[in-house]
Structures are given as structure tokens and as C-alpha cells.
């Protein structure tokens, strides 16, 4: 069983930054690839980004590269998400989820499917 907990969210003008933490429990936290999902008002939960097992690989939707990264530190068993350059767009529900078996390069397709999640952090960006 993995726990995992958000935090780092809040309100923010656009053009601002955010940086999200999500930490993890357990002792196997580096077995799982990681990803940061969001769901904004009205609309669908959507992929954001993932990083592999070694936090080597990562991928993102279009919409947000260049301006998140996201990383790990196996040592803290944490993700995060360094969110530069917001837009309003960007407003939502930040969740991030871990899953032992899927490759990284395959989150994206894994919105039903991810092992664990945890509750979300809102982001707010104002115009």
C-alpha cells in the first residue's frame, strides 16, 4: 500500500511560479513511476507529466512543456512539480499517482488505470 500526499498548491498571478510536492509512503517508492495528473472545474481529468523509476525519463502534455519540470528524490520518496510561466489555463486540481508496473512513457494513457493517487492540491491562477 503507497500513500501519497500533495502539497504546494495555492493562488498565484499568472505568469507566477509553484512548485508541488507529493510524498509518498512506504519503502518502494522508487519501483513506481509517477505522474502528475489535474482536473480543472467542469472538465476531465487530464495527464500533466510523468518520470520514470530513476527519474531520468520524463514526459509531458504539450500544453505545459517548457514550462513544468517534473523530478524525484528517491531518498525522500517525493515527486514534484516545478510549474513556471502559469497561465489561468492551468487552473485545477493537481493529483499525483504512482504505478509499479506501467512505464513511464505510458501514463499518459492511464488516467483509469494508475495504482494509487492521492486527494490534490488546488492551484489557482489569476489573470
Known amino acids: 500500500q503507497v500513500q501519497l500526499v500533495e502539497s504546494g498548491g495555492g493562488l498565484v498571478q499568472a505568469g507566477g511560479s509553484l512548485r508541488l510536492s507529493c510524498a509518498a509512503s512506504?519503502?518502494?517508492?522508487?519501483?513506481?513511476?509517477m505522474g502528475w495528473f489535474r482536473q480543472a472545474p467542469g472538465k476531465e481529468r487530464e495527464f500533466v507529466a510523468a518520470?520514470?523509476?530513476?527519474?531520468?525519463?520524463?514526459y509531458y502534455v504539450d500544453s505545459v512543456k517548457g514550462r513544468f519540470t517534473i523530478s524525484r528524490d528517491n531518498t525522500k520518496n517525493t515527486v514534484y512539480l516545478q510549474m513556471n510561466s502559469l497561465k489561468p489555463e492551468d487552473t485545477a486540481v493537481y493529483y499525483c499517482?504512482?504505478?509499479?508496473?506501467?512505464?513511464?512513457?505510458?501514463?499518459?494513457?492511464?488516467?483509469?488505470?494508475?495504482?494509487?493517487w492521492g486527494k490534490g492540491t488546488l492551484v489557482t491562477v489569476s489573470s
Open positions: 512506504g519503502r518502494t517508492f522508487s519501483s513506481y513511476a
Open positions: 518520470i520514470n523509476r530513476g527519474g531520468g525519463l520524463t
Open positions: 499517482a504512482a504505478d509499479l508496473l506501467t512505464a513511464a512513457r505510458d501514463i499518459s494513457g492511464r488516467l483509469g488505470g494508475m495504482d494509487y
